[in-house]
């Protein structure tokens, strides 16, 4: 098996490769024939005094020639792997760190494909480690090989000033669609897909190989090519592999940003969750973007928590919202003004913060710390009060509101007094609602808090109006 030709993100230089096991070869075919040629010679010299040795010789060209062959194996075997490594994840990091020397007496087997070691060509039947089918189809590294993989890499990244970013697809950086949940009023939009031709200048596509249609979310090329000057980025979504592969040419036709960094829930170790045990890098210098924190159960302080991108009417039924969705009203986010310009912004934030604002030593750092901080600055001169937000008899203190706005840097309570700024309620008409009326307090309804938490800034009050609930 040739693990170039087989790698979905084989190297492009197949052509070199293919001289360079030629050359391999005809220097491994030079040694062997030379090496059976001095046993020809010998035989040649002493054949009339050597009758009786010449069955054993012959044993021992055979040997030989086995030997020869075996060494060529081994070569093809060493060119492939590390041809195959090549481009494959973190900057190329791979290529140039895993050693793969012939040395099987004092190999500790820090990786395999399908069965075979990648250093030794040994069998090895150890199932630890982790698999990383998104780099090559059977790879397994072991524990320590990841360890050892992470911590270089990091240096360099951190050398380069990046960290890692792991960005979600659907509801994030797009929404999809299949072709038959289209409604009669999105209709229209299959007269206004872009050509696939040029993807780099479109936004929305039919993919009619796929029965499907795809909206890109608006600012998302810019923030890309904004972001891939601060982070190694990877996708992860739990889309199928064909899948991922498809939006990740519309979104990286030139494989400027992903490279073979694509994962997919092909490649998860866990049914129905997300984990950066498959991405080659330290979890202190990795950032999230999702719009479910239920996917990263492990991960949540990495986590920056995404507002849904809902562009077609199938995306709003999904999720139980009985109303337009962007599509049927001829709509969209702003570009300028919506999630991802927003996010862009918070990430500038984190990165310059990591890199400029600690005293700690650079290797010790950690962007989970920095996310916390840059959170709490959101509310952080805000006083909240809730009305009629949570059930009777509900503990306060463990409402995800209550949370929110404490992670976002308020200070929550449960009692109207002086330095409260803000009331945050459902009803106009409750006690509360009108006390925040009449002593001038601001008066808002909990997507204010919502907004916050998704966008990472404080909204305009008067843009969260609370009205009166009729018959109470």
């Known amino acids: 098996m040739s693990f170039a030709a087989d790698s979905p993100v084989h190297s492009s230089s197949s052509d070199d490769f293919a001289a ?3 050359a391999e070869l005809e220097v491994g075919s030079s040694g062997s024939s030379s090496d059976e040629g001095g046993v020809d010679a010998d035989n040649d010299d002493d054949d009339e005094n050597n009758e009786e040795n010449k069955e054993d010789e012959d044993e021992e060209d055979g040997d030989e020639e086995l030997n020869g062959h075996r060494k060529k194996r081994c070569k093809i075997e060493k060119l492939e792997a590390q041809e195959e490594l090549r481009g494959s994840t973190s900057q190329g990091f791979i290529e ?11 190999c500790t087997h820090p990786g395999s494909f399908g069965q075979m070691c990648i250093r030794c060509g040994q069998r090895v039947d150890d199932e630890s480690g982790v698999t990383f089918g998104y780099i ?11 360890v050892r993989l992470r911590s270089t890499d990091m240096k360099n990244l951190l050398h380069h000033k990046k960290l890692y970013l792991v960005l979600d697809l659907d509801h994030t950086l797009l929404n999809s669609t299949l072709l038959n949940h289209l409604t009669s009023e999105e209709e229209y939009l299959k007269a206004q897909s872009d050509s ?12 009619d190989f796929m029965h499907m249609m795809t909206k890109l979310r608006p600012f998302v090329r810019t923030f890309l090519k904004e972001a891939s000057e601060m982070f190694e980025m990877y996708i992860y979504t739990m889309g199928d592999r064909p899948y991922a592969l498809e939006m990740a040419k519309l979104l990286d036709p030139k494989k400027e940003y992903f490279s073979g960094r694509v994962i997919s829930r092909d490649d998860g170790t866990q049914k129905h969750q997300k984990g950066l045990d498959v991405v080659l890098g330290q979890d202190s210098a990795v950032v999230i973007l999702d719009d479910t924190e239920n996917a990263w159960t492990k991960h949540k302080d990495n ?4 507002e849904r991108y809902h562009f077609f ?3 709003c039924h999904q999720f139980g919202f009985n109303c337009k969705s962007l599509s049927q009203l001829k709509s969209d986010e702003s570009d300028p003004d919506g999630a991802l310009a927003s996010v862009i912004k918070v990430l500038r934030q984190v990165h310059h913060i990591f890199f400029n604002e600690l ?10 710390q920095v996310l916390k901080t840059v959170r709490r600055e959101v509310l952080k001169d805000c006083k909240i009060i809730f009305s009629r937000v949570f059930p009777t008899k509900f503990q306060a203190e463990n409402h995800l509101l209550w949370k929110m706005a404490e992670q976002l840097g308020a200070t929550c309570s449960t009692e109207t007094d002086s330095s409260v700024t803000h009331v945050v309620s459902t009803d106009a008409g409750t006690e509360k609602s009108r006390w925040a009326v009449k002593e001038n307090k601001f008066l808002v309804h909990p997507r204010w808090i919502e907004a916050a938490n998704f966008l990472w800034q404080k909204h305009p009050e008067e843009n969260f109006p609370v009205s009166e609930t009729k018959n109470q």
């Open 136 to 146: 090559h189809k059977g790879l397994r590294l072991g524990n320590d090989e990841i």
């Open 20 to 22: 360079l096991i030629d």
């Open 96 to 106: 140039e760190k895993l050693e793969i020397p012939l040395k099987k007496d004092t």
């Open 303 to 306: 986590l920056i928590l995404m």
């Open 313 to 315: 009417a199938s995306s």
């Open 196 to 207: 696939l031709q040029d993807v780099s200048k479109g936004s929305l596509f039919m993919l």
């Open 359 to 368: 005293d700690s030593n650079l290797a010790s750092r950690d962007v989970r």
